[in-house]
Each structure stands twice: as structure tokens, then as C-alpha cells.
């Protein structure tokens, strides 16, 4: 079993940057694609970003396109959502969720089988 612990999250300003990490134990991280999902309050869970397993592409939902960027360090078993330009709309809970060896199909939740438990990012006007 796959175990992800997400940390970063915190408050900021509008403007600000954050970093997040999704650290995995358990099994060989290297082998998963992970995506980085977020959900409001009274709002749906929304994809934001992934990046694949095997040649480590990456994937943005439209509205974080030029400010997130996902990137991982599998020697450390660590994906990372760097987060500039923060806008009060980016506010949410944050999971990070992994799936071996998947290689399409990263916006869906579905697919995704492990899932941390969440980081809050709060960014205020």
C-alpha cells in the first residue's frame, strides 16, 4: 500500500507563492503518476495538475497554466506543486493522489487509488 503525506499548505497573501509536497512510503514512488487535486468549500474535487511516471510530462488544468508548476524528486519519493501569482480562487484543500504505471487519463479522479489526506491553502485578497 502506498502511503502519500501532503505538507505545505499554509496562508497568503495574493500574489504569494507556496510550495507543496506529496510524500510517498510504501512502494517505489517512480512508478506512479501523480496529480495534484483541489476542492472549495461547497465546490467539486478539480484536478490542477499531474505529472506522469515515465517521462515525467506534465499536465495543468487551464486555470493554473504559467503559475503551477509540478515537478518530482523520485530519490526522495517527493512530487512538489510549486505555486506562484496566488489568487484568493486558488484557495481550497489540496490532495495529491498517485496510479502505477498510468499512463492517460491524468485529469480524472477515478483512476487515482491513493490519496493523501489533504493540505489547506488559504490566499487572501
Known amino acids: 500500500q502506498l502511503q502519500l503525506v501532503e505538507s505545505g499548505g499554509g496562508w497568503v497573501q495574493a500574489g504569494g507563492s507556496l510550495r507543496l509536497s506529496c510524500a510517498a512510503s510504501?512502494?517505489?514512488?517512480?512508478?506512479?503518476?501523480v496529480g495534484w487535486f483541489r476542492q472549495a468549500p461547497g465546490k467539486e474535487r478539480e484536478f490542477a495538475a499531474a505529472?506522469?511516471?515515465?517521462?515525467?510530462?506534465?499536465y495543468y488544468t487551464d486555470s493554473v497554466k504559467g503559475r503551477f508548476t509540478i515537478s518530482r524528486e523520485n530519490a526522495k519519493n517527493t512530487v512538489y506543486l510549486q505555486m506562484n501569482s496566488l489568487k484568493p480562487e486558488d484557495s481550497a484543500v489540496y490532495y495529491c493522489?498517485?496510479?502505477?504505471?498510468?499512463?492517460?487519463?491524468?485529469?480524472?479522479?477515478?483512476?487515482?487509488?491513493?490519496w493523501g489526506q489533504g493540505t489547506q491553502v488559504t490566499v487572501s485578497s
Open positions: 505529472i506522469s511516471w515515465y517521462d515525467t510530462s506534465t
Open positions: 493522489a498517485a496510479s502505477k504505471f498510468r499512463v492517460s487519463g491524468y485529469t480524472d479522479d477515478k483512476g487515482y487509488d491513493n
Open positions: 510504501g512502494r517505489t514512488f517512480s512508478s506512479y503518476a
